[in-house]
T-cell receptor, first 113, second 111 residues
Framework: SAVISQKPSRDICQRGTSLTIQCQVD?????MFWYRQQPGQSLTLIAT?????????ESGFVIDKFPISRPNLTFSTLTVSNMSPEDSSIYLC??????????FGPGTRLTVT | QKEVEQNSGPLSVPEGAIASLNCTYS??????FFWYRQYSGKSPELIMS??SNGDKEDGRFTAQLNKASQYVSLLIRDSQPSDSATYLC???????????WGAGTKLIIKP
């Protein structure tokens, strides 16, 4: 199974600012995903990070608000831009290879004041 | 709209008993099914995957899959207080490997 780390683990940010979350996998993986999880709720997929091409965003999420980079097969970043209190959430990255299971990083707890 | 349904609970089970968690899904072509455990404040942890009809056992955990009924279950034998967590059922879409998530069932094991 892949070991995934995320930085920062938590942050408190002011509204209108941006935060970039980093996700590092200990092995090369084809697919990386970014999720958001509100307290007491299930996971919501933000986008699939594609190496060498633009991320694929789910309905309700746009590139201007959540730009994603995937420069290689072990690393991805998610930026939360122009933050508002509604962006307060836990952000999770995950990784998988075809026909294998999906594993998660420890998450980033974001609070926007 | 592809869906995965779980009873949100909480499901309360006495210590030492069998906990039974259930999940139904709508996408008939899905081939891969997963159970994740999530402790409060932590990220989801994969505990079982199942791909074929029938039972798959791993220690105290048994996953059951019935594709005809579009039903997946997780049994936890000899439940321990440390099993208290939210259990998320996830179904993989064949087309793009994305996971469709259930709402999660909160399990409470009472000593």
């Amino acid at each position: 199974s892949a070991v995934i780390s995320q930085k920062p683990s938590r942050d408190i940010c002011q509204r209108g600012t941006s935060l970039t979350i980093q996700c590092q996998v200990d092995s090369q993986v084809t697919m990386m995903f970014w999720y958001r999880q509100q307290p007491g709720q299930s996971l919501t997929l933000i986008a699939t990070a594609n190496q060498g091409s633009e991320a694929t965003y789910e309905s309700g999420f746009v590139i201007d608000k959540f730009p994603i980079s995937r420069p290689n097969l072990t690393f991805s970043t998610l930026t939360v831009s122009n933050m508002s209190p509604e962006d307060s959430s836990i952000y999770l990255c995950s990784a998988k290879e075809y026909s294998y299971e999906q594993y998660f990083g420890p998450g980033t707890r974001l609070t926007v004041t | 709209q592809k869906e995965v349904e779980q009873n949100s609970g909480p499901l309360s089970v006495p210590e030492g008993a069998i906990a039974s968690l259930n999940c139904t899904y709508s996408d008939r072509v899905s081939q891969s099914f997963f159970w994740y455990r999530q402790y409060s404040g932590k990220s989801p942890e994969l505990i079982m995957s199942i791909y074929s009809n029938g039972d798959k056992e791993d220690g105290r955990f048994t996953a059951q899959l019935n594709k005809a009924s579009q039903y997946v279950s997780l049994l936890i034998r000899d439940s321990q207080p440390s099993d208290s967590a939210t259990y998320l059922c996830a179904v993989e879409m064949d087309s793009n490997y994305q996971l469709i998530w259930g709402a999660g069932t909160k399990l409470i094991i009472k000593p």
